[in-house]
C-alpha cells in the first residue's frame, strides 16, 4: 500500500518537472501578441559621413523570422553585389564583399514584409536610414501617397533621366531609387541627389525590383519630378484604383446580368431597387448574336405603369457593348421596366429610382490652385457591393453637391478634366504622359438615409 502511495506521488512529481521544463510558452490567457517588429538601434548611425566600411548592423526588439528580413531590407542605390548576412539574437550583420562606392549617399530601407518569429506580425512602418560614404549626405527628397486597393508588392521606382533619353522605356531597367510605402500608404524616397527624375509605382508580382510591363502593373503621377539640390517634392500620388468601368474588360462583362436566353447582359438585375437617377444601362451582346438594330427596336422603357414608352437613347461603346440611358434623367420614386419582346421570347426587368426619403447629402467645396483651370469631375464610388457610381461635374471651383444618394459607404475621387472627354486620363509611362490631376478624399463616407454630410473639402 505504501509502495503504490510512493510510486503515485512519484508520477505526479515527475509530470509536473517535465510540464514545466516542456512548457516555455507564455501563460494562456494573457493579451493577444499583435505587435510587429521594432528597429532598436542601426549601424552606421543615421546620416554618418565619411563612412568607410562594409558592415551594416541592424537590431530589431524582438525574435524576427530571418527569412522575412533578409528579403526585405532594399538598399539604393543599388550594389553590384549581395551582401552575407549573419545573425546573433535579435541582430543581424549583412557585409558586401569589397568597399561601397565613394562619395555616395546611400539609403537602407528595411521594409514591411519583415515579421516577428512567433505571431508573424508584420512591421507597420518601413524603417529607413541614410549613410554617406563621402563628406556630404543627399538630402532632397520625393513623396506621396499610393492609392490602391492593396498595398502589397507596390514600390515606387526612381530613375535619374540625367544619362538616359527623355523617351526611354523604364522596362526591365533597374531603377536609381526604391521606396516602400508604409501600411497608410505613405512613402518617402529620401536622401537623394537632386536632379530630374522619371517616377512611377510598381506593383511588383515577383519582387525583384525591376518594372516588367508584361507582369507588373505600373501607376503615374501627376507631378514633375525635378527636384533641386537638398529640397522636397511631396504630393506625388499614384493611384491604382479602378476609377472607370472599363466596358470592354472581361472582369467587367462578368458582373453583368442576362437578360433571359437571348444573349442580352444588362448591369441590374430584375427587382433592383434605389437605383440612381443617373443610371445608365451597360449592356452587352454575348458573341454578337443579337443585331444592334435588333435591340434598338425590341428594347423598351415604361415608366410608372404606363403603357407609352419613354424615349431611350443607344450608344455603342464597341461592337459587342451599348450604354442605354432615357433621353430625360429619371426622377427620385420613379419605377420602371424594361422590356425586351422578341418572336422567341419575353423578358422584363422591373426596377425603381431612389426616393428623396431613402436618400443621404453630400456636399462641400473644391479649391483649384493648379495651372489646369478646367472643370472637376468628382465621383462617389461605391465600397458597398450592388451600389453603382454616382458622378457630378461642377466647375473648376466652388460648391458642390450630391443629392439622392442611396444609403452605403463610399469613396470619394476627384479629377481635373483636362482633356474634356469626362473621362480619367491615367497618364502612360511609355510614352511617357502625365495622368491628370487627382485627388482621394482621406476617408471613406459612410451614408445614411436622411442625413446630409457637409464640409467636404477637395483640394487641387
Known sequence: MKARYFVKRFLITFLIIVSGCANQLPPPGGPEDTKGPVVLEVSPLPNTTSFHGNKIIIRFDEDVDKRSVQESILITPDTDTKPEFEWDGNEVTFTYPGNLLPDRTYTIVVGTGVKDRIAGNHMDMPFQFAFSTGEKLDK???????????????????????????????????????????????????????????????????????????????????????????????????????????????????????????????????????????????????????????????????????????????NPVSDSVIQIFPVQKFEPGQKGKLTF???????????????????????????????????????????????????????????????????????????????????????????????????FYHEILNIRERWEIENVFIRF
Open 140 to 314: 532632397s527628397s520625393v513623396s506621396g501617397t499610393i492609392y490602391a486597393p492593396t498595398l502589397n508588392k507596390i514600390k515606387i521606382f526612381a530613375y535619374l533621366t540625367e544619362y538616359k533619353s527623355e523617351n526611354f522605356n523604364p522596362d526591365g531597367l533597374k531603377p536609381d531609387f526604391i521606396a516602400i510605402p508604409g501600411s497608410d500608404g505613405n512613402y518617402n524616397l529620401s536622401n537623394i541627389p537632386g536632379g530630374d527624375y522619371r517616377v512611377i509605382s510598381v506593383i511588383d508580382e515577383n519582387n525583384n525590383f525591376i518594372f516588367n510591363e508584361n507582369l507588373d502593373k505600373v501607376s503615374v503621377s501627376f507631378k514633375k519630378t525635378f527636384v533641386n539640390e537638398d529640397s522636397s517634392i511631396a504630393g506625388v500620388d499614384f493611384n491604382f484604383f479602378e476609377v472607370e468601368d472599363e466596358l470592354n474588360s472581361v472582369s467587367y462583362l462578368k458582373t453583368l446580368f442576362p437578360v433571359g436566353t437571348t444573349g442580352l447582359y444588362i448591369n441590374i438585375k430584375n427587382s433592383a431597387e434605389n437605383l440612381p437617377v443617373g443610371i445608365i444601362f451597360n449592356s452587352y451582346i454575348k458573341n454578337k448574336k443579337l443585331p444592334f438594330d435588333q435591340l434598338r427596336s425590341d428594347l423598351k422603357l415604361f415608366l410608372n405603369g404606363e403603357t407609352v414608352e419613354s424615349k431611350l437613347v443607344f
Open 341 to 439: 419582346i422578341t418572336k422567341e421570347t419575353a423578358d422584363t426587368i422591373n426596377f425603381s429610382v431612389i426616393e428623396r426619403d431613402n436618400a443621404g447629402v453630400v456636399e462641400g467645396s473644391v479649391t483649384n490652385k493648379t495651372e489646369f483651370q478646367h472643370r472637376v469631375v468628382i465621383r462617389l464610388m461605391p465600397t458597398t457591393e450592388g451600389l453603382f457610381t454616382i458622378t457630378e461635374n461642377p466647375e473648376y471651383s466652388g460648391r458642390f453637391r450630391f443629392d439622392l444618394v442611396p444609403e452605403g459607404k463610399y469613396r470619394l475621387f476627384s479629377f481635373i478634366d483636362v482633356d474634356g472627354n469626362g473621362r480619367f486620363n491615367k497618364g502612360s509611362y511609355f510614352p511617357f504622359e502625365l495622368s491628370e490631376p487627382f485627388f
